[in-house]
């Protein structure tokens, strides 16, 4: 984000609040991670929760992307209907009765992988689908302690994959840990380690660990190559404030902001701006001050935020005006682009695309 | 909430994660609100930003509601749309170019009335609009401080108003306080107070504040009568964790939940739900830990929530197993409500209907 950017969102007449990708630094961004990711031998394969649109998932996959990875079943129908076929859905996906036959009709459209981590979770995957049709890679802990097994109980669950009649091709993990300060560094030597430990696990169990799946975007550049065949971050085409603060980028590097106007400025302590909870969501890490980080105005941040206000302290009267439209970095981006129909792009030239988020809401 | 509903949570066959309303608990609570309210010589004028439900609204005029309260004006234009006639944008809302044809269009349609807390934001309405065609509240802050100018300030906004050519008919203000434990009576003495001291400013100026608007879910039982004559609650038609904790209400009073399902079990420490912060939202006050309630768990909870992954803790191994399906309680429902683009109502005989949330995404 630079002076231009600056300056086109004054002059936007696009109607506010609403979510603005600047393209050259969306570009730039998708090519610094494959370029990084080329050079270290390591497969790129995207998380697209964080854009949901398949305009950027096309930039991705023609900078290198060996494929894309999503996060529900519905993302992974909306982008194979869009022409997508090598998905991977890094969930441990519960195939029950509401799921087994549309997982089914998606393995026959399009190359599908999906997580598990329970032997009663593949058993279901394995009468889901045909014999041979579906890959899976079993999940494993590495420090996050959300799903995934411990690597030394992957094996039991690749043998009841290989028993149900998936195809094993290796693990995988998420270094959510890598979500604080100073953690990222460690958080990439957990991911190595932790899916080492999964691979040899596999390997006494007689199955074939070919794919080693880590990655987010705090830890991507610290990633192992060797080690780690694979990445999977997902924030990096963005970046956003959290990004920010844990120094995984800079201001310049944040392609996507909400565009905000002042509506309301009561008395000389605050202001507000009308991107609210609904635009910009309400993340927020414990290691996280306020909700968003306004960057024309020297890193003034919200400090209240409710559905539709967004309360500016700290900036002098002159500096902001009612009426002014100011750009506005939300916390986690993955929240806010979730809660917009469409994205405004800017190109280099000034030229505006409209953007549709085609898997928003495709929770399920 | 009742066991009909925990059954019918368990054998309900639609895809989770998904929001689902209970009916009769949905109305009941509809007709609580708008009892006590008659009762109290208080227009009732509920905030529709909750549902963003044509279903909803319908149901809350039915049952006495006197119009509809809206946030924007999208949202605005959805319920115009829809048959409704009588809305207040309870907004300050600011009539740049790329909203004042708009606003002019849509006070040809329905009787508008929206909130203004600026000379500059009154004379911008003034010139969108037709002479006369448009209403106007002046907001007050009465300790949320958020947006609202200090009651002695509101005359000067009203004599702008006027000068703009705007018909000035009230003052509002917004008691947000009352969204802390024990905060609520408070909160509406405040309000009351507000109310009185600006209504008072405006007569001093020739100016007939004969709307009194006021209330938020906590405070509504609280409100002043006599001194507030209009109420604009939002979330008693659902209530929510944030309302059980507030205790605003019971958890019997909750009718809506985030359906879900136990995808993973790594360890005997956690289980891992479908329904994340994409589904119930990250809301999470600091007066409350925790991102969500499970009612039929002896009060569980959400310890860890990230966008697809809901990790409970502190639940014995027998008590929950893979694959079962859970009701979740959102901690703030309005929130969750926005991020789902439809949602499961069950009537008390069983009957499933689905409703479109048809404003959702409606934020400029």
Redesign the interface.
């Given at each position: 984000m630079g002076d231009m950017a600056t300056d086109m969102a004054a002059n936007m007449?696009?109607?506010?609040?609403?979510l603005v990708v600047d393209i050259p630094t969306l570009d730039r961004n998708i090519a610094k991670m494959a370029g990084w990711a080329k050079d270290n031998a390591i497969a790129l394969r995207p998380h697209v929760?964080t854009h949901k649109t398949v305009e950027i998932a096309r930039r991705q996959v023609q900078a290198g992307a060996t494929g894309i990875t999503i996060?529900?079943l519905g993302e992974a129908e909306t982008f194979a209907e869009a022409g997508f076929r090598d998905l991977f859905v890094a969930?441990?996906?519960?195939a029950?009765?509401?799921?087994a036959s549309r997982l089914a009709a998606l393995c026959e459209r399009a190359r599908l992988r999906v997580g598990v981590?329970?032997v009663?979770?593949a058993a279901?995957l394995g009468r889901a689908v045909r014999r041979g049709k579906l890959e899976v890679l079993v999940?494993v802990?590495c420090g996050h302690?959300?799903?995934?097994?411990?690597p030394s109980e992957a094996a039991a669950v690749a043998d009841a994959a290989a028993k149900a009649g998936l195809s094993v091709i290796g693990v995988f993990t998420f270094p959510?840990h890598s979500y604080a300060p100073g953690n990222a560094a460690q958080a990439a030597r957990d991911e190595a380690e932790a899916l080492e430990r999964a691979t040899s696990a596999l390997e006494l169990s007689g199955h074939a660990a070919t794919v080693r799946s880590g990655g987010s975007t705090p830890s991507a550049y610290h990633s192992v190559g060797g080690l780690v065949t694979e990445l999977r971050p997902g924030v990096y085409v963005f970046n956003d404030r959290q990004q920010v603060v844990l120094e995984t980028c800079t201001a310049d590097d944040v392609s996507l902001w909400a565009l905000a106007?002042?509506?309301?400025?009561?008395?000389d302590e605050?202001f507000?701006v009308?991107s609210g909870?609904?635009?910009l969501?309400?993340?927020?890490p414990d290691w996280l001050k306020g909700y968003g980080l306004l960057p024309e105005l020297g890193g003034a941040g919200i400090t209240?935020l409710?559905?539709?206000?967004a309360?500016v302290r700290g900036v002098s009267r002159g500096v902001l005006r009612?009426?002014d439209r100011v750009r506005v970095v939300p916390n986690?981006v993955?929240?806010a682009v979730?809660?917009?129909?469409e994205l405004v792009a800017i190109a280099g030239d000034g030229t505006l695309e409209t953007w549709a988020v085609r898997a928003r809401?495709k929770?399920?």
């Open positions: 007449t696009t109607s506010t609040p609403a929760k996060a529900t969930y441990p996906l519960w029950g009765a509401d799921k981590d329970s009663e979770g279901l999940e802990d302690h959300r799903s995934g097994v411990a959510g106007t002042v509506v309301s400025a009561p008395c605050r507000v009308d909870s609904k635009v969501a309400a993340d927020r209240q409710t559905e539709h206000h309360v009612l009426g986690h993955c929240s979730n809660l917009a129909d809401g929770n399920s």
